[in-house]
């Protein structure tokens, strides 16, 4: 039976507690060789963290036509166990009528829920580390392979800064050109690869731009990691026309990275919440959660009104994506000894 939210919480403040006073014991002024996990979701590395450790959201939740979801997805080799998470769903750059240049569309993504304890937000401390290492790999329409990023809240002053590393997955067989929907539960052939990101080469992003400025990541208290599909990018903006201007200026245009669906049944994480209040257009109400009985399984808004607004980047880029994820862990690597 899983722990309750009150449970889950006492035994994070202990962990912290421990943590902390090993730090002191030992004050160990140099890095330490072992690697210093993020997120499992392979037996092979307990604990495995499971989907309600994550809030997952898509330009859906603003009026777009995106859809996200996070599943566990079981070992194929070892009955019981589990081989890796699915990010999956469709990928729409189109926009409805009545939300025309008021979102940006074609976004999705999922990162954890914030940690709270006895001592505040727990957080992760990458000070003594180089790389951000990920096992993943990708099925899906070809097009939306090298559109993923992760990203990186601190517990920085600004909640919707976040640094952010563009995820080089290489090309193989397991994406296509058709974009059909696939099950993420029956998968074969699947490549992981190895990633190993630089912390230094994160770069901060605010209201999903790069940010002019560029600060030095507050290393020490690493609130949130996270994966992103920004199926619009940033290579083939348009030009804003004079209402998406006006929207902009208003502080209306969606941040790609203000991710907050909650999983079926789950609370919803009221700061993610709030980033989400302040994306909607004017008088859209606040999205209902109940999954959607269609066929499919997934839910496409506005399907019985006015036919979507499709810009001529949309008309041949939807589909379907998926991101497999075995481990996500902080290390001191060198590329030149490996």
């Known amino acids: 039976m899983s722990a309750s939210p009150f449970q889950t919480y006492l035994s994070r403040s202990v962990d912290i507690f421990r943590r902390n006073t090993a730090k002191v014991l030992r004050m160990e002024p140099q890095p330490n060789s072992t690697a210093l996990p993020i997120f499992s979701f392979t037996d092979a590395q307990p604990p495995v963290n499971p989907p ?28 019981g166990g589990l081989s890796h998470i699915a990010f999956h769903g469709n990928m729409s750059l189109a926009v409805p009528p009545q939300y025309a240049g008021q979102i940006r569309t074609g976004y999705a993504g999922f990162r954890n829920k914030s940690r709270p304890s006895l001592f505040g937000d727990d957080t992760w401390n990458l000070d003594l580390y180089s790389h ?25 002053p600004v909640k919707s800064d976040l640094f952010q590393h563009r995820l080089d997955l290489p090309s193989n067989s397991t994406s296509t050109q ?74 209306r245009i969606m941040a790609a990275g203000g991710f907050g669906r909650p999983g079926v049944d789950e609370e919803p994480d009221a700061e993610l919440e709030e980033l989400l209040a302040s994306d909607r257009p004017a008088g859209m109400p606040a999205p209902s959660y109940a999954k959607p009985a269609v066929a499919g399984a997934y839910h496409r808004v506005g399907s019985a009104g006015p036919a979507p607004v499709l810009t001529p980047h949309a008309l041949d880029r939807e589909g379907y994506y998926e991101l497999c994820v075995r481990s996500v862990e902080a290390v001191n690597y060198d590329p030149e000894m490996d």
Not at 52 to 79: C, K, M, R, W, Y
Not at 147 to 156: D, K, L, S, Y
Not at 238 to 244: E, F, G, H, L
Request: aromatic share 8%; with cysteine.
């Open 52 to 79: 309600s450790d994550f809030a997952t959201g898509s330009d859906i939740d603003i009026g777009g036509l995106s859809t996200n979801e996070l599943t566990a997805v079981p070992s194929q080799e070892a009955e």
């Open 132 to 156: 951000i290492k990920v096992e993943v790999a990708y099925r899906g329409l070809e097009a939306w392979r090298s559109r993923w990023v992760v990203n990186i809240q601190t517990a920085g």
């Open 178 to 251: 058709s974009g059909a929907t696939l099950d993420p539960l029956h998968c074969t052939g699947l490549q992981f690869t190895t990633l190993y990101l630089p912390i230094s080469s994160f770069l901060l992003t605010n209201m999903g731009t790069t940010s002019e400025v560029q600060i030095t990541m507050m290393r020490q208290k690493v609130r949130t990691f996270g994966f992103a599909l920004l199926g619009g990018g940033r290579d083939d903006a348009i030009a804003p026309t004079p209402a998406q201007q006006a929207a902009i200026e208003r502080g």
